[in-house]
């Protein structure tokens, strides 16, 4: 599983022109699932991106986490984390895993996280989506 976490103001999704998802101050998450992923490798990366402190405190240091900020998620499915650009000019993506194996751990990702935080967003599996943020710091952490 790969997971690209950006601490935003804001972010949305939209799908075919309509708002899909939208979040305020929080995590826009990007989510690629590989083949041998499974939901002890969700649960995992769902407790340490939960637990990261990258919000800033009252003294400016990055010490508060998204539950301490009360934010929210916007969890947005991306196979292309899988590219595999070693040879030639156009990516392979047969480390992903296949839609309906990765489509029930975005579910059970999604399903995990908002077990823990109040407000959860996500995009459409499989969706031509329009993706717009405005990232805070910036700040970007990748975790896999």
Request: glycine share 10%.
């Amino acid at each position: 599983m790969k997971v690209v976490i950006q601490r935003v103001e804001h972010a949305s999704v939209t799908i075919d022109g309509q708002v899909h998802g939208q979040i305020g101050k929080g995590y826009l998450v990007l989510l690629g699932v590989g083949h041998d992923d499974d939901e002890a490798t969700a649960d995992r990366i769902v407790k340490k991106m939960i637990g990261l402190r990258i919000f800033a405190d009252e003294n400016g240091k990055t010490n508060l986490s998204l539950k301490d900020v009360g934010g929210s998620l916007l969890i947005v499915s991306q196979f292309t984390l899988y590219a595999d650009c070693r040879h030639g000019n156009r990516p392979g993506f047969t480390d992903a895993a296949k839609p309906d194996r990765a489509n029930a751990l975005y579910e059970y990702f999604v399903k995990k996280c908002a077990e823990q935080v109040e407000n959860v967003q996500t995009g459409s599996f499989g969706a031509d989506m329009k993706v717009e943020l405005l990232n805070d710091g910036p700040f970007t952490i990748i975790l896999d």
